[in-house]
């Protein structure tokens, strides 16, 4: 007797249906992972992007250090009065400090519109606060979600590990990020 089968039957469309489902679900899965790191690469370009310029700014008026790092750290509220004509009508001339001040201002401000902390500190990684260090040089360090613009030993806030030093002070590390910081710096010397 020989048996004519028709068709599918229930239980193979049923089989279909299921590796179907998982193969769409594991698509979706990826696609949320593609978009995630898609958004990251765009904050981690923009913020280079502004970092870029501003660190070319204090390299062009290093006298000045200290005032961009009292601006970048702790922003103004309002405007400087001093605008060395960046801003408003006013151009008026300034001193490297009211220069580093306004330009300052402006940055924290961007930064701040697209959704980024910034802070400038003393890099870890190249002796710290000693300015007679040969290496010393300044972190621009912008962050983003819930990582701060600090160094420390805090994993879930700060960006970067603090400096580590030997018995004979040389550095065995420092500014190495943390796992899970949504941050990034740049070296100015």
């Known amino acids: 007797m020989r048996n004519k089968q028709q068709g599918f039957g229930l239980i193979e469309v049923m089989v279909s249906l299921l590796i179907l489902a998982i193969?769409?679900?594991?698509?979706?899965?990826?696609?949320?992972?593609?978009?995630?790191?898609?958004?990251?690469?765009?904050?981690?370009?923009?913020?280079?992007?502004?970092?870029?310029?501003?660190?070319?700014k204090i390299r062009l008026n290093p006298t000045?250090?200290?005032?961009?790092?009292?601006?970048?750290?702790?922003?103004?509220?309002?405007?400087?009065?001093?605008?060395?004509?960046?801003?408003?009508?006013?151009?008026?001339?300034?001193?490297?400090?009211?220069?580093?001040?306004?330009?300052?201002?402006?940055?924290?401000?961007?930064?701040?519109?697209?959704?980024?902390?910034?802070n400038l500190h003393p890099c870890p990684s190249t002796g710290g606060q000693d300015t007679n260090n040969i290496m010393y040089s300044w972190c621009l360090i912008s962050a983003w979600d819930n990582t701060s613009p600090t160094i420390g030993t805090d994993a879930d806030e700060n960006c970067l590990t603090s400096q580590v030093t030997n018995d004979d002070d040389s550095i065995t590390k420092g500014g190495i990020y943390h796992p899970e910081a949504k941050c990034m710096f740049m070296e100015i010397t």
Not at 36 to 42: G, N, P
Not at 79 to 99: E, F, I, K, M, R
Request: one cysteine or more; aromatic letters at 6%.
């Open 64 to 118: 000045a250090i200290t005032s961009y790092q009292t601006t970048i750290n702790s922003p103004p509220t309002s405007a400087p009065s001093v605008n060395c004509g960046l801003y408003g009508n006013n151009a008026t001339a300034c001193t490297p400090a009211q220069l580093a001040t306004a330009e300052s201002y402006i940055f924290t401000q961007d930064m701040s519109n697209h959704g980024f902390t910034v």
């Open 23 to 56: 193969a769409v679900l594991g698509f979706a899965a990826m696609q949320g992972q593609a978009i995630k790191a898609t958004d990251e690469s765009l904050e981690r370009t923009q913020s280079l992007i502004m970092m870029r310029n501003m660190g070319e």
